[in-house]
């Protein structure tokens, strides 16, 4: 058996700015994980290739 959770968060100003900084990132690097997963898939090649660490836009910088 399972058991499901539902959970709610009430979060300050400053943490729902972060929040959101926090999944546009996350969303912009499922997106081109995907895009490159589906270029592969039609190319029917295989690609290994070091994604997050290769390309200089998803290096963490304090801003």
Do not use: H
């Amino acid at each position: 058996m399972k058991a499901k959770y539902r959970y709610r968060v009430y979060s300050s100003a400053l943490q729902k700015v972060a929040l959101s900084q926090l999944f546009g990132c996350v969303r912009v690097v499922w997106n081109d994980a995907l895009a490159l997963c589906v270029d592969s898939y039609k190319s029917k090649s295989s690609i290994f290739c070091n994604l997050v660490y290769s390309n200089p836009k998803y290096c963490f910088q304090k801003t």
